[in-house]
Every structure is written in structure tokens, then in C-alpha cells.
């Protein structure tokens, strides 16, 4: 049963375009949503977060959106740049202070000259 | 501001034998999450400890699988008789424990194993 899902596993933006990630997630108990971008033989990298009870959290050029009673969130990178390529991990966290993430399976964002 | 160490970055093993993998949290977190990526799959949660104590080991094989997080020195992820469907990137992360941000996890380099 996946829980959190990426269902497209691949995208090509030009540079200084709009990247829109999207990420739908099936859990209610999750209250916590992370985006990580990981390059190829490295861990992830910890990019931007939300937290259930926001819509919105913005960060430089990334801001990521949460539509709860959709059950959706999407990440935004503008403009998007070549060094953005890399996949992308929507993560979710359940409620408590630490506990285990929620990984979906990846989008492979490829930002074109 | 050494991040999250993880060694070795790559092992090779023969089917049957052992793999130790370690990790080495943040300076100042005390909780030690191992996570396992099989090829062109997202990352699955295996184990959370804290020190000196599994939390959570939900995700973790029951069979030939164990993990520790001593007092002292780094976090271990024992993988006793290695099959090839153990061949894996295995990420490790940590996250503050008492104080600071309790919800974002910072992952390692990851160990890539091959079982050969």
C-alpha cells in the first residue's frame, strides 16, 4: 500500500520556466510533509517543509503547497535552474516528535537549457 | 559542521556473509533513522533508534536483520547472511532529539551494497 505517491516519474522544464511536483498522499494522520531532491550516489537532500495546519511555506525559490481535504501537496521551483535536476521525494511524518518518513517513489526533474 | 557519516560508502559481499553497516549522526541529534532504496524505488523506512534503544524497528526484515545505537561510537545495521535481494542503497538519517526541529530528518551519503 503506497502511502505517499509521486505519480509522475519524470519531468522536463526549460530553464527559467515554472517546475510543478506534485504528491498526493493517503494516511490522514500525517502532519508533517517534507521535499527532499537527492542527486544521483548521494543521500537526500532536505529542501522544504509544511506543516498539516499550513497551506503554503515559501523558501527562496521553492514553495511548496498543501491541500488537505485533496490530500495533495505540490513544489514549486521558480525559475528553475539546470542545477535543479535531480529527483525529488515527497516525504510524510505521522504525529509525535520523531517518528519514521513516508517516502513516495520519486520524481526525476530534468531542467533543459 | 560535519553532517551525517556513513561508511563504508560502498561494500561487497559473497552471498552468506555479513554486512556492517555504520552510521554517525549530527553533531547533537540522538535519534538515528536507517532507510533502504532498492533500485528505481523510493526510500523505505527500516528502523528509528535512539540511544541505547530501538523505537521503532517496523520496517525492518525479522530474519537476519539488526540494528544498534550504543552509548557510545555509531549507529549499526547488521545484515547477517546476505542474499542478493539484499543488494541496496542504505541511507541513514538523524534528527535532533530534546530541542531544535524534531521533524526534519538529514541523511547520510548512504552505503551502496553488493551482494554478489
Known amino acids: 500500500d503506497q502511502q505517499v505517491k509521486q505519480n509522475s516519474p519524470s519531468l522536463s522544464v526549460q530553464e527559467g520556466r515554472i517546475s510543478i511536483l506534485n504528491c498526493d498522499y493517503t494516511?490522514?494522520?500525517?502532519?508533517?510533509f517534507l521535499w527532499y531532491k537527492k542527486y544521483p550516489a548521494e543521500g537526500p537532500t532536505f529542501l522544504i517543509s509544511?506543516?498539516?495546519?499550513?497551506d503554503k511555506n515559501e523558501d527562496g525559490r521553492f514553495t511548496v503547497f498543501l491541500n488537505k481535504s485533496a490530500k495533495h501537496l505540490s513544489l514549486h521551483i521558480v525559475p528553475s535552474q539546470p542545477g535543479d535536476s535531480a529527483v525529488y521525494f515527497c516525504?510524510?511524518?505521522?504525529?509525535?516528535?520523531?517518528?519514521?518518513?513516508?517516502f513516495g517513489t520519486g520524481t526525476r526533474l530534468q531542467v533543459t537549457l | 559542521n560535519a553532517g551525517v557519516m556513513q561508511n563504508p560508502r560502498h561494500l561487497v559481499r559473497r552471498r552468506g556473509q555479513e554486512a556492517r553497516l555504520r552510521c554517525s549522526p549530527m553533531?547533537?541529534?540522538?535519534?538515528v533513522y536507517w532507510y533502504r532504496q532498492l533500485p528505481e524505488e523510493g526510500l523505505k523506512f527500516m528502523v528509528y533508534?535512539?540511544?541505547?534503544?530501538?523505537?521503532?524497528e517496523s520496517g525492518m526484515p525479522k530474519e537476519r536483520f539488526s540494528a544498534e545505537f550504543p552509548k557510545e561510537g555509531p549507529s549499526i545495521l547488521r545484515i547477517q547472511q546476505v542474499v542478493r535481494g539484499d543488494s541496496a542503497a542504505y541511507f541513514c538519517?538523524?534528527?535532533?532529539?530534546?530541542?531544535?526541529?524534531?521533524?526534519?530528518?538529514?541523511f547520510g551519503p548512504g552505503t551502496r551494497l553488493t551482494v554478489l
Open positions: 509544511i506543516s498539516s495546519i499550513k
Open positions: 553533531k547533537g541529534h540522538s535519534h
Open positions: 533508534l535512539q540511544k541505547e534503544n530501538i523505537i521503532d
Open positions: 516525504a510524510a511524518k505521522g504525529a509525535g516528535t520523531a517518528s519514521k518518513l513516508t
Open positions: 538519517a538523524s534528527s535532533p532529539g530534546s530541542s531544535g526541529t524534531y521533524n526534519e530528518q538529514f
Open positions: 494516511n490522514s494522520m500525517f502532519d508533517y
